[in-house]
């Protein structure tokens, strides 16, 4: 088993930065993907950036340019760092892990944080 603690959320005005963290732990034999992803009232969930364990990433076009994703696998943690924020980013971001578990065999799980609410003042 998996547990994902977030950190970092806030109160920001547009144009500031926040930086988001996100710490697995737990019972695994691996953790693979590391991922962001936030849902604003009223709409879906979306991807937001996502990282592989090799450190490959991947950024929804809104956030490119303004977004970092970092992970440090010796903490089994995923960073956000977020930059030039805006009030359309405004949402509770939730954070995502793909673990492999160990048990009759080796197996992929995914996990999701509990989310830290970002708000960005206009």
């Known amino acids: 088993q998996v547990q994902l603690v977030e950190s970092g959320g806030g109160l920001v005005q547009a144009g500031g930065s926040l930086r988001l963290s996100c710490a697995a732990s737990?019972?695994?034999?691996?953790?693979?993907?590391m991922g962001w992803y936030r849902q604003a009232p009223g709409k879906q969930r979306e991807l937001v950036a996502q990282?592989?364990?090799?450190?490959?990433?991947k950024y929804a076009e809104s956030v490119k340019g303004r977004f970092t994703i970092s992970r440090d696998n010796t903490k089994n943690t995923v960073y956000l760092q977020m930059n030039s924020l805006k009030p359309e980013d405004t949402a509770v971001y939730y954070c995502?892990?793909?673990?492999?578990?160990?048990?009759?065999?080796?197996?992929?799980?995914?996990?999701w944080g509990k989310g830290t609410l970002v708000t960005v003042s206009s």
């Open positions: 995502k892990t793909s673990a492999t578990l160990v048990g009759g065999g080796y197996y992929a799980v995914d996990y």
């Open positions: 990282i592989s364990d090799v450190g490959r990433t």
């Open positions: 737990g019972s695994f034999f691996s953790i693979n993907s």
